[in-house]
């Protein structure tokens, strides 16, 4: 079965700052591997993936994540957080190929970004 | 715009009391599917449809019916049965290597 773990259930960060949100999977196969972020009482933004190809990924907003295999991690990263960065922020797995939007998320990580 | 609209963004129910969430997409995927997110628990996978006229159980079905009769459409029935259905749920249709979300209902039941 696939899972996702995101351990830590709060980043905090002062504005200027890197970002980095962590992420591990257990998946058999192939991981296919998303990360979205969410405004309070708004719906899930894609922000980037990992398919296959290069291990590192950029994706939206500056932010990039880095595919680690023999680490089984995913983490998101960001050179320099913003305030607006401040969000909650999921990790997820898909759990298969032909639908794409059946998907294994993590429990989440609340950023928060200090002026 | 492209995208998918859930509606009502507030729904509010006395208990014992059936009600259906509305998703409608206009991005031409053939693939929908129904989220419920509670708190520090991420996002569960209710169901979801591939095509139309058909669909499967997520991870979280009891207390919970579908449809798909038009390709745009996949209403959300809450029924009576499901014991805490106070939740934010999220609406998403995907097409190759990406879902694309709603902006979401949120259902309390008082």
């Known amino acids: 079965a696939q899972s996702v773990a995101q351990p830590e259930d709060q980043v905090n960060v002062a504005e200027g700052n890197p970002l980095t949100v962590k992420c591990t999977y257990s998946v058999s196969g192939n991981p296919y591997l998303f990360w979205y972020v969410q405004y309070p009482n708004r719906g899930l933004q894609f922000l980037l993936k990992?398919?296959?190809?290069?291990?590192l990924v950029k994706g939206s907003y500056g932010f990039e994540a880095e595919f680690n295999k023999s680490q089984t991690s995913f983490h998101l990263k960001k050179p320099s957080a913003l305030v607006s960065d401040s969000a909650l922020y999921f990790c997820a797995v898909s759990r298969t190929t032909d639908s794409w939007g059946k998907l294994q998320f993590g429990a989440g990580t609340q950023v928060v970004v200090t002026p | 715009d492209g995208g998918i609209t859930q509606s009502p963004k507030y729904l509010f129910r006395k208990e014992g009391q059936n009600v259906t969430l509305s998703c409608e997409q206009n991005l031409n995927h053939d693939a929908m599917y129904w989220y419920r997110q509670d708190p520090g628990q991420g996002l569960r996978l209710i169901y979801y449809s591939q095509i139309v006229n058909d669909f499967q159980k997520g991870d979280i079905a009891e207390g919970y019916s579908v449809s798909r009769e038009k390709k745009e459409s996949f209403p959300l029935t809450v029924t009576s049965a499901q014991k805490n259905p106070t939740a934010f749920y999220l609406c998403?249709?995907?097409?190759?290597?990406?879902?694309?979300f709603g902006q979401g209902t949120r259902l309390t039941v008082v």
């Open positions: 998403a249709s995907g097409r190759t290597t990406e879902a694309f």
């Open positions: 990992y398919i296959t190809g290069d291990n």
